[in-house]
């Protein structure tokens, strides 16, 4: 280790020896024991809530129809790998996979028997579909009153727009959840929409808000389950995919309500905060942050404009923090930031840390990476965000892992996915009993 | 039926006990990544106890919406910190420090977002609480982990330095184009969520062994992981995937389409049935049978998308959103207009559900907030009380928690360990606050109590 480490290295070698994700392997898992049901149907939002849990060691059985999940098909520029969608790819992690008709009516007794040894019952059907098949909360719950019964859907189980039959979609729940429209590029000035067609409300990319339902239901049914070791009661929870992803914004509602102001887009710009904002390099962009005054002052003075505005007598960043500023100053930013590389620039804030007027104060300046970039970035490489799994089915795959890194029960990536019915024998035998005999006749019979 | 499992269920929410009862948390987080994940422990019944250096605390506080403030407060810091009781505590103080490690030893739970080694410098680090309080969970959340390169070179994060950095904003934006910043602290939020996805397993963990543990979040690994497909498909082609603006190149069809009156439509429909209701909805069933668009995987294939595009492109410029949202219904696909904020506000289901709940607060008075998003039938979070001033509660932490005397107090404060807010918008309470409402078995008596005859 090299002489200049920070005076707290010490601290950070004994949280690496503790949570490094290489050393995960043996230790032991939070989950462990628990039986989650996956039913969920094409829904990213229900297959990364699964992972959630199947990453912290929680027996995933992922139950779809005998021809697989719709999901599995859903996969950029219809793009497969050993036959997989690359979405579905990465987000079978961990989990066993059994096919079961649920149509049919001894698809639905199997599916009762799976449901009474299991903790949680994960599901994204249509509202009143689980109940029309004698599947739904208050029938489960009969034989078992422990189970967490868990449903993501567009717009949830209950109020006027509930039995709306929209399916649930990532970009569609997007679009309602009032972020989209306030994110995207301004139009310039004396432009019109017809000649700038990126100058539009633009989501984010790639199913965020289908993340965040999933994530905000994995905390609902690890609180669920805390509940429950304390009193044994399950319950039904409930999730909308656009209000969990609505719930990100902070303020666009208390501003409508308090100043009657409906957010528009500031493209690269921040309705709160300066300095704060993307700006065009000559070979991408960069993203400037310096949300005190000395920090927006530092990036003054690297523009050179430290005199003809006389930035050393500003005193308040105040003046600063609303659009008309933001319209009159970004585009002498964006005037410098053109006319360097993102690379120079980010020297060049380091270089003023060292040697310039208010150092050690500079500017945050981080250029905007693309993907590739940023996953051949020796930083994520290092805490094992992209090591590659050895899956037995598909080999090499490279999925994002260890996001969380924890001392004593750490997430692992087994392996990332399973072909449709591969674990058939495995947890019909396990909880069924059902030997070769039966899962043939099952399978013949097309329940399986 | 689900009718009967959520019958009443907003009406019922303050009768019903909430999933983490009786967990304490002690949070020293600043700006939305840090006190947003204690809040939605809040909203679930934790007690948490937002511990802020006085008197200026979060500097969340400083953040309006281009000037905008909500009773002086900054909309950010009311969204961000529900629930919560409010200590003002100068941790740089070793008897700060002391007064923290006494209520540690009586907490559940700890988060902070400073960054690497900061806490340890305040004596109030995971090595330290864990020798008092074994069965703590220790959460840490900053830019880059508290390990590696970049946390070794202290280089300092924000959200939009995360957005910029994961590639997420790279992705989110048009071919050609300078990416644009995500309206929303995305990295920060989404970060603040997938910590306390980690902080609830370990209480699971915690509930069959008793063993707490430490916990470090990066909001970048955590934006990174929600990636799904870019990953693969970078190991697999060698290529970056181009950026695709609004268009979900996962789903065919899926994408934002300008409606006649120039607004935007949102529209996905990519299951057979879903797919088969767009075609007989654009007057147009013979595209469902479709060569190149007969399946889902030929469809995503990308001259037949951009062909299919731009085909609904052209019906839904001659229609409204409302038109295309009418015959997704009957057709059963998915469609919505790209809301803006009045429209959002507006919308009554959202509000019947309770997901819009009305807040209803001393200080602040009656506002519309979003409750946390997971209904939970048994066991519902609920927003209750709204934000407050820098050390708002100090007497009642104090003396509830570690039974403090009067002359201990008073040592505090004059040693500055404890402390109150500044007198400033935001740090201190709104302009109409009476003097005393809301103040928990305060000793102050202020001159507006002793107006009406005192407590």
Redesign the interface.
């Known amino acids: 280790m090299s002489a200049d480490?920070?005076?707290?290295?010490e601290?950070?070698?004994?949280?690496?020896e503790?949570?490094?994700p290489r050393s995960a392997g043996p230790k032991?898992e939070?989950?462990e024991g628990?039986v989650v049901l996956d039913l969920s149907s094409?829904s990213?939002a229900g297959a990364?809530c699964s992972s959630?849990l199947s990453e912290?060691g929680a027996e995933v059985i992922r139950v779809e129809p005998p021809q697989g999940d719709?999901l599995r098909?859903?996969?950029?520029?219809?793009?497969?790998?050993q036959g997989e969608?690359?979405?579905y790819?990465?987000?079978g992690r961990n989990k066993y996979h059994v096919t079961l008709d649920l149509n049919q009516p001894e698809g639905r007794e199997v599916l009762q028997s799976l449901a009474a040894q299991a903790d949680v019952l994960l599901e994204t059907f249509p509202?009143?579909t689980?109940?029309a098949w004698g599947l739904?909360?208050?029938d489960l719950k009969k034989t078992n009153p422990g189970l967490i019964f868990a449903?993501i859907t567009?717009?949830?189980?209950?109020?006027?727009?509930?039995n709306?039959?929209?399916?649930?979609?990532?970009?569609?729940a997007?679009?309602?959840?009032?972020?989209?429209?306030?994110?995207?590029?301004m139009l310039p000035p004396e432009h019109d929409?017809g000649t700038c067609?990126?100058a539009?409300?633009?989501?984010?990319?790639?199913?965020?808000a289908w993340?965040?339902?999933g994530?905000?239901?994995?905390?609902?049914i690890?609180?669920?389950?805390?509940?429950r070791?304390r009193t044994g009661?399950?319950?039904?929870?409930?999730?909308?995919t656009?209000?969990?992803y609505?719930?990100?914004?902070?303020?666009?509602?208390?501003?409508?309500?308090?100043?009657g102001?409906?957010?528009e887009?500031?493209?690269?710009?921040?309705?709160?905060?300066w300095l704060?904002?993307?700006?065009?390099t000559s070979d991408?962009?960069?993203?400037l942050?310096g949300?005190r005054l000395e920090m927006w002052q530092a990036f003054c003075d690297m523009m050179g404009k430290w005199d003809e505005w006389g930035v050393g007598d500003w005193d308040s960043l105040s003046p600063f923090?609303?659009?008309e500023a933001q319209l009159k100053y970004f585009p002498e930013v964006a005037k410098f930031t053109s006319r360097h590389t993102s690379g120079e620039l980010e020297r060049m804030a380091v270089e003023y840390s060292r040697s310039g007027r208010l150092a050690p104060i500079t500017t945050?300046i981080?250029?905007?990476?693309?993907?590739?970039?940023?996953?051949l970035?020796?930083?994520?490489n290092?805490?094992g965000?992209?090591t590659?799994t050895q899956d037995p089915v598909y080999g090499?795959?490279?999925?994002?892992q260890?996001?969380?890194?924890?001392?004593?029960?750490p997430i692992r990536t087994k392996w990332t996915c399973r072909p449709v019915g591969y674990d058939n024998a495995f947890i019909y035998r396990k909880y069924l009993g059902y030997g070769p005999e039966r899962l043939n006749r099952l399978l013949q019979d097309g329940v399986l | 039926m689900a009718e009967a499992t959520w019958r009443d269920y907003v009406k019922n929410k303050p009768k019903k006990p909430k999933p983490l009862s009786g967990l304490r948390v002690l949070e020293v987080c600043t700006i939305v990544f840090g006190p947003s994940g204690p809040s939605w422990l809040a909203e679930m019944g934790a007690e948490a106890i937002k511990v802020e250096i006085p008197p200026l605390g979060d500097l969340e506080r400083d953040l309006s919406c281009s000037g905008f403030r909500f009773k002086e407060q900054s909309p950010l810091f009311l969204h961000d910190n529900i629930n919560k009781y409010y200590l003002g505590l100068d941790l740089h103080k070793p008897e700060g420090q002391e007064i923290f490690c006494q209520l540690a030893a009586k907490a559940d739970i700890i988060e902070n977002n400073l960054r690497p080694g900061v806490m340890e410098r305040f004596n109030v680090d995971y090595r330290k609480i864990e020798k008092i309080n074994p069965g703590i969970i220790y959460l840490e959340k900053n830019g880059f982990g508290n390990w590696g390169p970049y946390a070794e070179e202290n280089r300092p994060s924000n959200d939009g330095a995360s957005q910029a950095f994961s590639g997420i904003a790279w992705m989110s934006t048009f071919p050609g184009q300078t990416p644009v910043k995500q309206m929303i602290y995305l990295s920060d939020m989404y970060g603040a969520l997938l910590a306390e996805v980690a902080v609830l397993s370990a209480l699971r963990h915690r509930d069959r062994t008793g063993k707490g543990q430490y916990i470090e979040i990066s909001q970048t690994e955590s934006i990174m992981r929600t990636m799904s497909w870019v990953w693969p498909y970078l190991d697999i082609t060698g290529k970056n995937p181009p950026p695709a603006g609004n268009r979900d190149v996962s789903v065919c069809p899926a994408d934002t389409f300008c409606c006649a009156d120039g607004s935007l439509v949102s529209l996905a429909a990519a299951a057979p049935q879903e797919f088969a209701g767009l075609c007989a909805a654009m007057g147009r069933p013979e595209l469902a049978r479709d060569q190149r668009f007969a399946d889902h995987l030929t469809r995503l294939q990308e001259e037949n998308a951009t062909a299919l595009l731009e085909i609904i492109a052209a019906w839904a410029a001659q229609r409204s959103p409302r038109e295309i949202e009418a015959l997704a219904r009957e057709h059963g696909f998915a469609a919505s207009r790209v809301r803006d904020a009045a429209q959002v506000m507006a919308d009554q289901h959202i509000r019947q559900r309770g997901f819009m709940t009305q807040v209803d607060d001393t200080m602040y008075g009656t506002y519309l907030d979003h409750e946390f998003p997971v209904m939970m039938s048994a066991t519902p979070p609920q927003k209750k009380w709204a934000a407050r001033a820098v050390g708002f509660d100090n007497e009642f932490l104090m003396k509830n928690l570690l039974n403090k005397s009067e002359e201990e107090l008073k040592a505090l404060y004059e040693t500055g360990a404890l402390g109150k807010w500044a007198d400033r918008p935001g740090r201190r309470p709104p302009p109409d606050w009476d003097g005393s409402s809301d103040l928990i078995l305060s000793r102050d008596q202020t001159p507006a109590q002793a107006e009406r005859g005192g407590k």
């Open positions: 480490r920070p005076k707290w290295a601290w950070a070698d004994w949280v690496r503790k949570d490094d032991l939070a989950l628990l094409q990213y990364y959630m912290f719709f098909t859903c996969t950029p520029y219809g793009l497969v790998h969608g690359l979405n790819l990465v987000e509202v009143g689980m109940d739904g909360y208050e449903s567009a717009h949830g189980q209950f109020g006027p727009q509930a709306d039959p929209m399916p649930d979609y990532d970009n569609v997007q679009a309602k959840s009032g972020i989209q429209y306030a994110t995207g590029a929409p067609p990126w539009v409300s633009t989501k984010a990319s790639p199913w965020i993340c965040s339902a994530t905000f239901m994995a905390t609902g690890l609180a669920a389950l805390h509940w070791h009661q399950g319950q039904a929870l409930d999730v909308a656009t209000e969990a609505m719930r990100l914004d902070n303020y666009t509602h208390i501003w409508f309500q308090g100043g102001h409906v957010t887009r500031v493209g690269g710009l921040d309705n709160a905060l704060y904002c993307f700006a065009p991408g962009g960069v993203f942050g949300l923090l609303n659009q945050v981080a250029p905007i990476l693309s993907p590739q970039e940023a996953m970035d020796p930083n994520w290092e805490r965000i992209f590659p090499r795959v490279v999925a994002v260890a996001q969380h890194k924890m001392t004593e029960t």
